[in-house]
């Protein structure tokens, strides 16, 4: 049976604290739509030391998506969000401490890439998007020293737009970073850090993976894209786009 928590005091927590605190902790913004964390955890309700799956779950931006109890008395939550639109609503407040200049107009160019299957632009606005981040966000913020900070950009500037977005979305060879169904066409996104790999291997991971097999019988169209950073320019780097 689920167990439910809610303290009276967090019916005041507000997006703009919660949002602050999330960029405090360098949170991994994909990984908030499928984090796992025990009952325990949930039940602690100090405001000072709450981890940070805890307060998202207190507040409503996660709920319970399944309940194990692999041990007696041990309980696994798995968390995630409870619909799009709380999933957009919570990105839509991230992007700008993100560093995301005018947040409302990037996701206009970006659904009118999406909804055209303009990928030529999607990729235009997608380095254009990375080179408006702030040099200074970079220096004075934590989560610019690790490589999770482009793709907590990247995840958090699609699902601010409401779409169907997974993350680690699991097939029978693995999971593709991040896939997207939305107007028709299904489009498979990995990344990857050219200073560590050389080019290229984002889209050959897709296709040797065997990531778009799941999809085929859907009847949509197919799109791997392999986006590849540097942390040297802090940009896109390649944009590698193959239709099935």
């Known amino acids: 049976e689920e167990r439910k928590f809610t303290p009276y005091w967090f019916e005041s927590a507000t997006p703009t604290f919660l949002v602050e605190l999330l960029k405090k902790r360098g949170v991994f913004t994909p990984a908030l739509s499928q984090l796992q964390t025990e009952a325990e955890l949930l039940g602690r309700f100090d405001v000072d030391h709450i981890a940070t799956e805890a307060l998202l779950f207190q507040t ?40 995301v200049q005018a947040p409302p107009r990037e ?57 169907n977005v997974t993350v680690e979305d699991a097939s029978h060879h693995g999971k593709v970073d991040m896939s997207i169904d939305f107007n028709g066409h299904v489009y498979l ?23 778009a097999d799941k999809y085929r019988a859907s009847g949509k169209p197919i799109h791997l894209v392999g986006v590849e950073f540097s942390s040297a320019p802090r940009q896109i780097v390649a944009f590698d786009v193959e239709a099935l």
């Open 60 to 99: 409503g931006y996660l709920t319970a998506h399944a309940v194990e109890e692999p041990m007696t008395g041990y309980w696994l939550y798995t968390l995630g969000y409870p619909n799009l639109e709380v999933e957009a609503s919570l990105n839509q407040a991230l992007l700008p401490v993100l560093g």
């Open 189 to 211: 996104f990995e990344f990857k850090v050219v200073e560590q790999l050389p080019k290229g291997k984002a889209i050959e991971q897709i296709k040797t993976k065997g990531y």
């Open 107 to 163: 996701r206009l160019t970006l659904f009118r890439n999406l909804q055209a299957h303009d990928l030529q632009g999607l990729e235009t606005h997608l380095k254009a998007l990375y080179a408006g981040l702030p040099h200074d966000w970079y220096r004075n913020n934590p989560i610019a020293q690790y490589e999770g900070h482009y793709a907590s950009v990247f995840y958090s500037h699609f699902a601010a737009l409401g779409v």
